[in-house]
């Protein structure tokens, strides 16, 4: 049985960020589930430039809103609580949160799993798992 409790793992190196974003690691691949789990917080203003080029991903709102947009076709999805997006493809995407705003707060999974320390390299994507 794995039990995460987001009071122990805040301030480890569990704990994440970035310039507009910060992701708490949940579930790791050392956790052995085939999968990661990040709770992660867009912050207001940000306008994250993505693509996970050795993972598939799944975020869920629980939280704020914001849009992503599909750089290949330019097509913009709203994204509020309860909306789901899956850039299942790899696809190049912008994750953009109005400033003033509240925070884009999402539950994320990613396969293969994060190791837990990654950031975004200049390309937006994380290292390829080892």
């Given at each position: 049985?794995?039990?995460?409790?987001?009071?122990?793992?805040?301030?480890?190196?569990?704990?994440?960020?970035?310039?507009?974003?910060?992701?708490?690691?949940?579930?790791?691949?050392?956790?052995?589930?085939?999968?990661?789990?990040?709770?992660?917080?867009?912050?207001?203003?940000?306008?994250?430039?993505?693509?996970?080029?050795?993972?598939?991903?799944?975020?869920?709102?629980?939280?704020?809103?914001?849009?992503?947009?599909?750089?290949?076709?330019?097509?913009?999805?709203?994204?509020?609580?309860?909306?789901?997006?899956?850039?299942?493809?790899?696809?190049?995407?912008?994750?953009?949160?109005?400033?003033?705003?509240?925070?884009?707060?999402?539950?994320?999974?990613?396969?293969?799993?994060?190791?837990?320390?990654?950031?975004?390299?200049?390309?937006g994507s994380y290292?390829?798992?080892?």
């Amino acid at each position: 049985m794995i039990i995460a409790d987001k009071a122990k793992l805040t301030g480890t190196v569990r704990d994440a960020n970035g310039p507009g974003w910060q992701s708490l690691r949940l579930l790791v691949r050392s956790d052995g589930m085939g999968f990661s789990m990040t709770e992660t917080r867009v912050l207001p203003g940000a306008v994250l430039r993505l693509q996970y080029k050795h993972h598939i991903e799944a975020c869920y709102c629980i939280a704020g809103a914001g849009e992503v947009v599909e750089l290949a076709t330019g097509a913009v999805h709203q994204i509020s609580a309860g909306v789901l997006y899956a850039p299942d493809k790899h696809d190049l995407h912008e994750v953009r949160v109005p400033a003033g705003g509240a925070a884009l707060h999402l539950i994320c999974v990613f396969s293969p799993g994060l190791e837990g320390t990654e950031v975004h390299g200049p390309d937006g994507s994380y290292p390829a798992p080892v």
